[in-house]
């Protein structure tokens, strides 16, 4: 058995590891591919401060993964096009800034998870897991009708994104920026979870009725968390947009809020490195079975079915031998 | 717009709720009754689906392949529970959701690998096809006739199965706490293998059913899981009235939504955009509508728990 | 020694098209007999991210010449504007988007199958000739199915008796179908690729509207016709390609496709089996590291294709004669038979917004 | 008839019980005993086999270690459980009926022993009060007719004159049917009235076991702290 | 006589045709244990429920330290110095019994935003989560995960909880139940001083503990106050003795 402190440490290094492999040994498809591992952490350790800590099952997560990726989409859209954006009577300029385009991202995403959570916590349980969908649903079906952008199409954007003093297109280089941002939010989950806030929503998930009892409101608790839950995914997602340089209504679809909670399942609820543990293992299963057969899914399934029936607590929860949060 | 035309469609939109309630009919059970989330159903559904066509394709006759359908999901429901599921009623809810997940893929692929990338023929038989002539002069087909009878029927043996029956309360005592149901001397797995068995029975049934006037393919599931889960959550998780009346709910919306919303913003728009618009917004109806009975009843319509 | 990178679909409900452009692909690249063109075959899993990801493994890593394969439009779009940016060939087996026939194009993308909106053109002018007057017409709310409706519309001479968007993945066509019977239609066209259209099929005959159908090739196709059975026999549909189209090229094809595979080879086998000539015909004469000799030697198409004529408008399009076929039985097995010319000739719409 | 020796079990990583000695004779109503948290509640768990645990464990001469849950209890081992655990979403009748097995108790009689049950019938479990809870476990547990009751604090929050009631019932129990009786409660008082036998568990481990007539004021001082 | 810390006047409580509490009006003054006894039924937890803020009364209001709270929330009402426990133990199973203590404490502080910072690092918050489970008996189990506790050792820490928040006032819901003979002597031992520091509405069926620390007691019997008065006044009543204490004391 491991400490969860080593593995907390030897995750992010093994991380780290690959893609500077790779660039030694000239394989740069494996660092893009490092680099998507590292975006959908990021996304996963975004729903995992909501469902982890938090209790709540949001199976729309995708929701604020794509308003991520067309905020980058859209704003990068009219820098190439020279286009003006008009919302109302205001016009923006757009940009190719990363951190412009971050910040736009984290900052639509808090919004609409300020909006979906308010009304979402009405619910719980499954209920809530249902009207997260629901939401999700109703941004993809926007997405996929809305033909100033693309519609189902999608919208190409034919440059990466720039980021001051780096090449982005470097892959590489995108993958730093990447490894960075997803560490930093590591950082943040970590001191969430152990601070008095993490305490206090790590109680409202198990026992509300009890928080209520001691003068605190269990339902902002879950909303605070939901809404900085929604950012980081939000920013995951303008990533993954310039990972791609592509943005489509795919990246709103429930699959992929369903992936998020996958990986998160994979690697271990509540765990720090769970969602990290998960978005590699389930990259690199997607990688390497896809090259074996037509009909890899089924291998993958098989695998998946095993880290459910053998290891509970997934993936780092096999390791450490300690069961996460009931979730 | 005809008043019969309006009438056709409200009993379309009734006819398809009646659909979404077989689908979901067996849902709920595993759902509401056993507390299980079953995100495999669909591809129950579909196994139901694909050995109707199979047996239809080889014998011709279409009870026959009913009977397979209903079978072969059964079985599938019964292996996968006592291999898979059995081993997650302890487990928290999202392990049972990273395996059912793992099950669908292993259907969804292992049933292209028996049966091939092209979608299979399954045929409404000879004795059901073809309109009938209903008062009003409404031509309807004889065969969704057939679909709303078994619907109701399935409902109504639902309905008695766990609210009237010893079997039925002892699964519902399940749900609420399995240990003490088994310390009290009922076999709770074998009741459970029982129950997943009859949902998975109900999906194949409805992917039979349904499969004759859709696409008998891979994949045909996921969709109908989805909009299963809508309506079980629509009418509150463990109430089979309540699935019955948010299938009804679902599928007028879903029908008329699709129908009147273009009309309505023809009235302030040039057809086209209006056309697009107003069915874009058709097809986030059923959404709108459950995340708005949701916000109003947080379990349901039904709903038991608060 | 040539590398070609196909992405296309080979798993889940999609995959049935993905496979026939493979084989066909690859069927032509067998009779060719060449053994230096190395083909790297990936799935997409129809999700453009992955598509895109996999276009950057085939550029990064493989170091592919060429990229094709590509089934969706969607795809297409999130794959090929990058790819073609970085210097690369892309040939499209199947997806041909407004966007890249137009303002889009591009010098080193080429399109074997047809711009999206060709078929759905051949039927509205087809409905004009078998003298339909009054059409309803209906396809998914999509780009795609935006485009189909444009399309028809753009030929079709007659009325719309009405103009329905159905929902992406929709099963249930009874509303659209009441609609249908209510408006006083003398016919129908429609647009529902894959699952869709079977279901829609099915449910169109058990209704007993029975007015003609006029629809794209898509529903009709080899792959899908035995599930739609009896349902689709004498509807018309439109399509560049058909197995009885009569010349030596596809005769050789039908026969060695299904000799190969044991089975029919649809329109999807029949565009993979056109590009991988293509490809072979520009090869024969440059390398793709020549880059202009080699793009001027995939212009000159100058390879027997199964369609017959075969040439490529400005903007890397073809100009080609798409036929309307009619679903017949031919023993226990449908098929289609032309029946006639929808369009002879016929070039896409946007080729003038395309400067290059 | 029901024998346990040396019973050993553990949760996950922790041991809880260390060797736990108990017999309850034919008809015998034997008091389990002991401070909060010695192990007494997870003694009945074993025997119930709702927790895995090793040793001696028959029922009749049967090796209970064999049998999953619901065949302990279709021998005849009929649980009240620590905490009451009412099926919640079900009403009082339908609780009662669930896990019912034929013989001389019945819905009537159950009411008749506890008339609230009888107006409560059509009420969700969830919405009684704790003591309507209380003794509907009860009455689920006899409607189960078990010739070996366990009551695991049974009396816990009732009222006085209810518990009253339910102290007569066991003896009645006794006297009329034979049953034998497997009981916890914190009532030393009312134990030492109905009980034959005392057993005492201190840290999962059996420490004392006698005649209740043999049990002195020292010993109960000693180990149960009274 | 000094004015009430807690009261309640006229309350009103229905579920359907049932009444749970009618016209209850009763207080809790400085100093003093107030225990409330009743049948199984009676409506002692639906009162509680009400004074707490869990549920809304059909009518009547709630007054705590002079102010009507009856449109508050349960955790405003809990921030005006209002404590509860529970008659099932609601506690974070998870997590540790020191974080189930700190909670309280965290509660007491009234601000759980603090996002940085490690809350077991913070020793306000330590000092008054350990000195409240010292006072309970648990100070030596606060790293155990309170699910391993005992049902006992669970009920004592439901009331260390409520210590934590330092509260003006006590409300308990059988406090006793679960605990063993000597449990429930230490925990009756250990009420008994609490009341210096604030008062407790006591709703209990532990009679021993009732008679042994109840300044006052009111009874209630289908939701409607029947008595109320000092042990020995309400010992002798013979309508409580009908209802309730059947030939006990
Ligand atoms: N689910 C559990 N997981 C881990 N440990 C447990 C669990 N349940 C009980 N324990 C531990 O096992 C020991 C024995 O507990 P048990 O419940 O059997 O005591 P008890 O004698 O019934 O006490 P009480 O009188 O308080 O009910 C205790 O130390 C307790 O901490
Ligand atoms: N939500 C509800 N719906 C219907 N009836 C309810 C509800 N909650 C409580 N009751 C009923 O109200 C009455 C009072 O219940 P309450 O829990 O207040 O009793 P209590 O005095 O606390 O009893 P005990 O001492 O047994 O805990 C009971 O008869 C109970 O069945
Ligand atoms: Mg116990
Ligand atoms: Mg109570």
Known sequence: MIGERWINLAVPLALLAVPLYA???????????????????????????????????????????????????????????????????????????????????????????????????????????????AFGQMFY??????????GEDGLSIYVRNGFPGLNTLVPIQFFAVCFVVLCLALALNAMLRASPFGLALNAARQVPQRVETVGLNPMRLKLMAFVISGAI?????????????????????????????????????????????????????????????????????????????????????????????HV | MSLVLIAEQVLNGLQFGVMLFLMAAGLTLIFGVMGLINLAHGSLYMVGAFAAAAVAGATGSFLLALVAALAAAALAGAIVEMVVIRRLYAAPHLDQVLATFALILIFSEGTRWVFGSFPLYLDIPDWLSGPVTLPGGIAYPLYRLALIGVGLAVAAGLWW????????????????????????????????????????????????????????????????????????????????????????????????GGIFLPELFKLFMEPGAATQTGSALASMAIYILMSLVLVWRPSGLFGARA | EVKVGMITTLSGGGAGLGIDVRDGFMLAVKQSGRDDIDVVIEDDQQKPDIAVQLADKMIQSEKVDVLTGIIWSNLAMAVVPAAV????????????????????????????????????????????????????????????????????????????????????????????????????????????????????????????????????????????????????????????????????????????????????????????????????????????????????????????????????????????TIYAREVIKEGDVFTNKIIGVALEDHADAYAAECKM | MLEVRDLTARYGASQALFGVDLTVAEGQAVALMGRNGMGKTTTVKAICRIIPSQGTLTLEGKDLHRLPSFRVARLGVGLVPEGRRCFRDLTVRENLLATARPGDWTLQSVTALFPRLGERAGQRAASLSGGEQQMLAIGRALMTNPRLLILDEATEGLAPII???????????????????????????????????????????????????????????????? | MSEPILATHALCKSFGALTATDDVSIDLRAGEIHAIIGPNGAGKSTLIAQICGALAPDAGTVELLGRDVTGLSTQARAQAGLARTFQISALAMEDT?????????????????????????????????????????????????????????????????????????????????????????????????????????????????????????????????????????????????????????
Request: glycine letters at 12%; proline letters at 4%.
């Open chain 3, 85 to 320: 940016a970085q210097g690369k060939f892309y040939l499209s087996p199947n997806a041909g988007p407004s966007a890249l026939a137009g303002a889009g194009c591009h010098p080193n993308y080429f399109n074997v199958a047809w711009q999206n909106d060709n078929l759905h053109e051949a039927a509205g002018a087809y409905a004009n000739t078998a003298g339909h007057k009054n059409t309803f017409i209906l396809a998914p709310n999509y780009p795609a199915g935006q485009d189909a409706l444009t399309g028809f519309k753009r030929f079709f001479k007659g009325d719309l008796a009405g103009e329905i968007y159905t929902q992406l993945g929709q099963t249930d066509y009874a509303a659209e179908i009441a609609q249908i019977r209510a408006s006083g239609a003398d016919s129908v066209f429609f647009f529902l690729p894959g699952g869709m259209g079977i279901s829609f099929l099915k449910q169109y005959a058990d209704s007993g509207v029975g007015l003609p159908v006029v629809g794209p090739a898509f529903s009709f196709d080899q792959g899908i016709l035995q599930a739609v059975g009896d349902a689709a026999l004498g509807v018309v549909n439109t399509s560049q390609w058909s197995k009885d189209i009569d010349n030596p090229t596809n005769k050789a094809f039908v026969e060695t496709f299904q000799a190969e595979y044991g089975r029919l080879p649809s329109l999807y086998a029949s565009q993979g089996f056109d590009t991988a000539n293509l490809l072979i015909s520009a090869l024969d004469k440059a390398a793709p590291s020549d880059a202009d000799a080699f793009r001027a030697a995939l212009e000159a198409a100058d390879f027997s294709s199964t369609r017959g004529a075969f040439r490529f408008g400005p903007n890397h399009h073809p100009i080609q």
């Open chain 4, 163 to 226: 518990r009253q009631e339910i102290w007569a019932a066991i003896a009645r129990l006794r006297q009329e049917t034979g049953m034998a009786i497997l009981l916890i409660d914190k009532s030393i008082r009312e134990l030492a009235q109905v009980s034959d036998r005392a057993v005492i568990v201190e840290r999962g481990q059996t420490v004392w076991q006698g005649a209740m007539s043999d049990l002195t004021p020292e010993i109960t001082e000693r180990f149960v702290g009274v």
């Open chain 1, 233 to 325: 995914t939000g920013l995951a997602g303008a990533l993954f947009a310039d990972l791609n340089r592509f943005v489509s209504p795919s990246m709103f679809s429930w699959q992929l809020s369903g992936e998020l909670i996958i990986l998160i399942v994979i690697g271990g609820v509540g765990r720090l490195m769970g969602p990290v543990v998960g978005a590699c293992l389930f990259v690199a299963l997607e990688h390497w079975l896809g090259g074996l057969t037509d009909f890899w899914h089924v291998w993958l399934g098989v695998v998946l079915l095993g880290i459910v029936l053998f290891a509970r607590g997934g993936v780092v929860g096999l390791l450490t031998g300690k069961a996460g949060p």
């Open chain 5, 97 to 249: 019994v020191l974080d189930n203590a700190l909670l309280g404490a965290l509660g007491a502080a009234g601000n759980p935003w603090r996002l940085w910072g490690r809350v077991s690092r913070d020793a306000a918050l330590r000092d008054r989560a350990m000195a409240a489970l010292d006072r309970v008996g648990l100070a030596d189990h606060a790293g155990t995960r309170t699910a391993d506790l005992s049902h006992g050792q669970r009920r004592q820490l439901e009331v260390a909880v409520a210590l934590t928040l330092a509260p003006r006032a006590f409300v308990m819901d059988e406090p006793m139940a679960g605990l063993g003979a000597e449990g429930s002597r230490v925990m009756t031992g250990f009420l008994d001083g609490l009341r210096q520091e604030a008062p407790i509405l006591l709703v209990e069926h532990d009679m021993d503990a009732v008679f042994a620390l109840a300044d006052r007691i009111s009874v209630l019997v289908y939701g409607q106050v029947i008595a109320t008065g000092t042990v020995d006044e309400i010992r002798a009543d013979p309508a409580v003795r009908a209802a309730y204490l059947g030939e006990e004391a």
């Open chain 1, 141 to 150: 079906y926007f997405a996929i009708s809305w033909s100033a952008y693309g």
């Open chain 1, 23 to 133: 660039l030694m040994a000239d394989e740069p498809f494996t660092i893009t591919l490092a680099t998507r591992a590292t975006i959908l952490a990021l996304a996963a350790v975004g729903l995992n401060i909501a469902l982890g800590i938090g209790g709540l099952v949001s199976l729309g997560h995708a929701v604020f993964f794509g308003l991520g990726g067309y905020a980058m989409g859209i704003l990068a859209f009219h820098a190439q096009n020279y286009s003006p954006l008009e919302i109302g009577p205001l016009t923006f300029a757009g940009t190719k800034s990363m951190p412009v385009i971050w910040l736009v991202a984290v900052i639509v995403s808090a919004m609409a998870a300020l909006l979906i959570g308010a009304l979402s916590l009405r619910t719980s349980g499954v209920y809530f897991i249902m009207i997260t969908l």
């Open chain 2, 161 to 256: 199965l766990t609210a009237r029956t010893r079997l039925g309360i002892q699964i519902r005592a399940g749900e609420n706490d399995r240990e003490m149901v088994a310390a009290l001397g009922v076999d709770i797995s074998r009741l459970y293998t029982l129950v997943f068995a009859l949902g998975a029975g109900l999906a194949g049934l409805a992917g039979a059913l349904v499969g004759a006037i859709q696409s008998v393919q891979v994949g045909m599931g996921e969709p109908v899981l989805i909009l299963a889960f809508v309506v079980i959550v629509i009418g509150g998780i463990g109430s089979i009235k309540g699935a019955f009346i948010g299938a009804l709910l679902v599928g007028l919306t879903d029908t008329l």
